[in-house]
């Protein structure tokens, strides 16, 4: 009787969710949304090409899955020290100083659930409200939410295409203030594919010395996919070492996304402070992952390059193919495996049943409709007025997909 009362008056007084307020704009990314999206369409029976995802599309290297699966029979998974394995963070010391060109020791190293969780942690470990991160746009969009979940705000500054999407020295100058904690470079870019050189990380990096309150966090995990020179910022910058945290990662170089497994190499007091951070909220990255990631960094390394040469292909590809389509303009990028492709030109058209195209989320969408098409908007970039369009598949995809798009982006008018 009495919980038959209880159970009615729950029932009436139905319960709202309230977010934190840090969590309240919060959503799944926008290209995870739209990948999500074109999946389900997939599903559904529509025949759906999509330039959407960042995922590479080729296979975890075969020696890897072997040694993987040799650990795993054997029985020999423990739950692994919070900060990861010290052979991980061996190996990735090794891979430092052989293809990185910088020295690191295990105890700057920590290990993550991927690039994200680095991200993630070093924020969540350092910011208070009110303080302030510098992200050169366009940016990878998660910045953009990790910065706001860690409740600090985001500082925009806008790198023009005419200029290569380089942050300019003069630019980052202007934008730090007494409350700027973090300079967010990433280098290849996503989604633009700028490839900083050392001679403009070094000028940067001579703006960063007058101002010592700001770290630098140098995303780093599209280093093995460069059509030009890589130079980490450690090798540019090494009297900043002390405030640099490099994050990197297997999950582009060696196609393991799904591992989920990334690294960041930094001070010491920093990485303690991730890996509190980490302790209370994932403890280590899978065992098995990091006996894979292990795997990768020790074993044969020459399928980088192939993959690099393959990528460079697409690239040639699909810059021809978006070259002969009206609208649509992009320079070669230097790295990563996206063209961020202009579309300004296109705003403003109709769509034949007379709906105007006002903005790139709405080119997107018409894209999708009628193109069967995916590609995500240059907005969940920090950029209105482009798309991102990722090159990590198939030959036969390329192909398809652009004549898909030049074929639904003629008949605008
Ligand atoms: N950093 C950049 C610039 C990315 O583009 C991505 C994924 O697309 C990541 C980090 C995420 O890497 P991970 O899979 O290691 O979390």
Not at 199 to 220: G, T
Not at 316 to 331: F, M, P
Request: proline share 6%.
């Amino acid at each position: 009787m009495l919980a038959d009362t209880m159970a009615n008056k729950s029932n009436a007084t139905p319960f709202a969710m309230r977010r934190a307020a840090r969590c309240d704009a919060l959503q799944l990314s926008p290209i995870v949304q739209i990948a999500e999206q074109a999946k389900r369409l997939r599903a559904a029976g529509q025949d759906i090409i999509s330039f959407s995802s960042g995922e590479p599309d080729f296979p975890t290297p075969p020696h890897v899955i072997a040694a993987t699966t040799a650990a795993i029979a054997s029985g020999a998974i423990g739950n692994p020290p919070t900060q990861g394995t010290l052979e991980l963070r061996e190996a990735i010391c090794a891979d430092a100083t052989a293809r990185c060109g910088f020295a690191a020791t295990p105890a700057e190293v920590i290990v993550s659930a991927g690039v994200k969780q680095v991200l993630c942690n070093a924020l969540q470990a350092t910011l208070d409200p009110g303080d302030e991160v510098v992200v050169p746009a366009p940016y990878w969009s998660s910045y953009a939410d990790i910065v706001g979940f860690a409740g600090a705000r985001l500082v925009r500054v806008v790198c023009d295409a005419a200029r290569g999407f380089a942050l300019r020295p003069a630019d980052l100058d202007a934008a730090i203030t007494s409350h700027t904690r973090w300079l967010l470079l990433n280098s290849p870019g996503n989604p633009s594919g700028k490839v900083y050189s050392r001679f403009e990380l070094e000028q940067l990096a001579e703006v960063l010395r007058r101002h010592p309150q700001v770290l630098i966090l140098s995303d780093e995990i599209y280093q093995h996919i460069s059509y030009q020179p890589f130079c980490s910022f450690r090798v540019a910058a090494p009297d900043l070492a002390r405030r640099t945290l490099i994050a990197n990662g297997v999950s582009k170089a060696y196609a393991m996304m799904g591992w989920r497994l990334g690294w960041g190499i930094g001070p010491t007091p920093l990485i303690e402070a991730m890996t509190a951070v980490q302790g209370q909220s994932t403890s280590a990255a899978s065992a098995v992952s990091q006996l894979a990631a292990r795997a990768a960094l020790l074993g044969p390394q020459d399928l980088i390059n192939d993959r690099r040469d393959s990528y460079l292909a697409r690239r040639d590809l699909v810059l021809a193919e978006c070259a002969g389509i009206d609208g649509l303009e992009c320079a070669p990028p230097g790295g990563a495996f996206y063209l961020f492709l202009d579309c300004r030109k296109l705003l403003g058209r109709r769509t034949q049943s007379g709906e105007t195209i006002e903005s790139d989320d709405a080119l997107c969408r018409y894209l999708l409709a009628r193109g069967k098409v995916a590609v995500v908007p240059g907005s969940a970039f920090g950029m209105p007025g482009y798309l991102r369009l990722s090159y990590a598949c198939s030959e036969r995809e390329l192909r398809e997909g652009c004549g898909r798009m030049a074929q639904a982006l003629a008949d605008l008018r």
